[in-house]
T-cell receptor
Framework: GQQVMQIPQYQHVQEGEDFTTYCNSSTTLSNIQWYKQRPGGHPVFLIQLVKSGEVKKQKRLTFQFGEAKKNSSLHITATQTTDVGTYFCAGLNDMRFGAGTRLTVKP | DTEVTQTPKHLVMGMTNKKSLKCEQHMGHRAMYWYKQKAKKPPELMFVYSYEKLSINESVPSRFSPECPNSSLLNLHLHALQPEDSALYLC????????????????FGAGSRLTVL
């Protein structure tokens, strides 16, 4: 079945540095979603990408969907301490989540 | 109302107990989900209900028994659990799969943290 791989597993950055997490699928995805889970919290929907090559921005967050619809990335510019949490991609062909990237930010 | 409400927030039970986790949403969503999340791991899909019918069972042990009494409620009945079943149990809801842009966007509840002694 579909398997979504996500890297890196952990990322520790200094406040103000950029951060990127990547998702790769072994099969073509109909769409991909990104969620953020704060420590002690629950996953919260960030965005959904549907079209090949799609790029969407939310303030300092930039989301991309690959041309082949097999990979996606989330880039955060100039991280802040409020960005701390685990970022999950989810290939919603089958409602399964990637392993997540845990972001910690040093003030 | 854009919330998914889960009760209880915390539950401690012995291996011989019978308990239930409850989930409620009033967003008009017709798909509801149970996920299990262990520490530092992603949510792991357990069950999916679509239009009150069980559509996905991810080979979950029978000691977990889901129930969807109506379109707003989802229960997870627990019996004879093992200590390794201790985890955060997350309920989510969405519009069912389809062509609309909002389909499959999951709204999660805060979770029920289960400890099995």
């Amino acid at each position: 079945g579909q398997q979504v791989m996500q890297i890196p597993q952990y990322q520790h950055v200094q406040e103000g540095e950029d951060f990127t997490t990547y998702c790769n699928s072994s099969t073509t995805l109909s769409n991909i979603q990104w969620y953020k889970q704060r420590p002690g919290g629950h996953p919260v929907f960030l965005i959904q990408l549907v079209k090949s090559g799609e790029v969407k921005k939310q303030k300092r967050l930039t989301f991309q969907f690959g041309e082949a619809k097999k990979n996606s990335s989330l880039h955060i510019t100039a991280t802040q301490t409020t960005d701390v949490g685990t970022y999950f991609c989810a290939g919603l062909n089958d409602m399964r989540f990637g392993a997540g990237t845990r972001l910690t930010v040093k003030p | 109302d854009t919330e998914v409400t889960q009760t209880p927030k915390h539950l401690v039970m012995g291996m011989t107990n019978k308990k239930s986790l409850k989930c409620e949403q009033h967003m008009g969503h017709r798909a509801m989900y149970w996920y299990k999340q262990k520490a530092k791991k992603p949510p792991e899909l357990m069950f999916v209900y679509s239009y009150e019918k069980l559509s996905i069972n991810e080979s979950v042990p029978s000691r977990f028994s889901p129930e969807c009494p109506n379109s707003s409620l989802l229960n997870l009945h627990l019996h004879a659990l093992q200590p390794e079943d201790s985890a955060l149990y997350l309920c989510a809801s969405s519009q069912p799969q389809g062509r609309s842009s909002g389909a499959n966007v999951l709204t999660f509840g805060a979770g029920s943290r289960l400890t099995v002694l």
